[in-house]
T-cell receptor, first 113, second 109 residues
């Protein structure tokens, strides 16, 4: 029972490159989330999927796209990376949307040069 | 939009001293959650408060939800070095969970 897993753990991109961050959970949770964490900014919601088959924008969606591939997997794509997207990205899941605790993955540390 | 602010931003204490962090929302919340993030780690859920004026305890940690459901606090009694980390509140109104900016706690032995 791994909980929430994320790949890769670290990534360095050049400006303009694209990449996909992968997230999977094995807890049969309905809801999944992508956050970014910057120093002094806390956690900011990028996109979320309240249930399989749905996705919605969070607080800072610009420059990102998501796919809820199935109940287990929720990926985050950067189509054309920018230095402003240098951050630590966390995926999280919860049994029910909003009203229950969220379980976080270990994070992906992304640097865009 | 909704904002959730936390104070202080940083707190350094001597081991054995008490610590409190405060969380304030610009809007009324339906519930509030608290998370702890160790240095280099990921946020870990601590507790959820739902009722106005609710107080919950976990060993040396005391969590409180304000009567107006717009503020909350976390108090740690007699801090230990294992308490080091950043404590986040996360408030939920009618839309989604908004995380506060966090309070980083450093404990000196």
């Amino acid at each position: 029972n791994a909980g929430v897993t994320q790949t890769p753990k670290f990534q360095v991109l050049k400006t303009g490159q694209s990449m996909t961050l992968q997230c999977a959970q094995d807890m049969n949770h309905n809801s999944m989330y992508w956050y970014r964490q910057d120093p002094g900014m806390g956690l900011r919601l990028i996109y979320y999927s309240a249930s399989e088959g749905t996705t919605d924008k969070g607080e800072v969606p610009n420059g990102y796209n998501v796919s809820r591939l199935n109940k287990r997997e929720f990926s985050l794509r950067l189509e054309s990376a920018a230095p402003s997207q240098t951050s630590v990205y966390f995926c999280a899941s919860s049994p029910v949307f909003r009203v229950s605790e969220q379980y976080f993955g270990p994070g992906t540390r992304l640097t865009v040069t | 939009g909704q904002q959730v602010m936390q104070i202080p931003q940083y707190q350094h204490v001597q081991e054995g001293e008490d610590f409190t962090t405060y969380c304030n929302s610009s809007t009324t919340l339906s519930n509030i959650q608290w998370y702890k993030q160790r240095p280099g780690g990921h946020p870990v859920f601590l507790i959820q408060l739902v009722k106005s004026g609710e107080v919950k305890k976990q060993k040396r940690l005391t969590f409180q939800f304000g009567e107006a459901k717009k503020n909350s606090s976390l108090h740690i009694t007699a801090t230990q070095t294992t308490d080091v980390g950043t404590y986040f509140c996360a408030g939920d109104n009618t839309d989604k969970l908004i995380f506060g900016t966090g309070t980083r706690l450093q404990v000196f032995p």
